[in-house]
């Protein structure tokens, strides 16, 4: 199993930054891949950006050249750079860890942080 604990959200004013941190624990050497999502509609979370083991990474079409998700193996925490914030990215932020399990991969969900971007 792994246990997920994210912090850093808040309120910011648009155009303004936030750092988010997820500190990850337990089996991480079975974790394939990590992401960050948002939750602004209950039950609906969409990808922000990923990270694959070998530091491979995507985002979602609406963040790219304004996030940046990085992984510091070496104190076990992922990280969300956000600037240049709007209030379009207002949300529940969560992390995610696809553990490897059998064939395929179990997801791992932390309890989310709050983000809140005013205009």
Known sequence: QVQLVESGGGLVQAGGSLRLSCAFSGSIFSIHAMG??????????????GI??????????????????????????????????????TGVYYCRADVLYG?????????GTPVTVSS
């Open 36 to 49: 960050w999502y948002r939750q602004v509609i209950e039950n609906q979370r969409e990808l922000v950006a």
């Open 103 to 111: 064939r395929g991969t179990e997801p791992y969900w932390g309890k």
């Open 52 to 89: 694959t083991y070998d530091d491979i990474t995507n985002y979602a079409d609406s963040v790219k050249g304004r996030f940046t998700i990085a992984k510091d193996n070496a104190k076990n925490t992922l990280y969300l750079q956000m600037n240049s914030l709007q209030p379009e990215d």
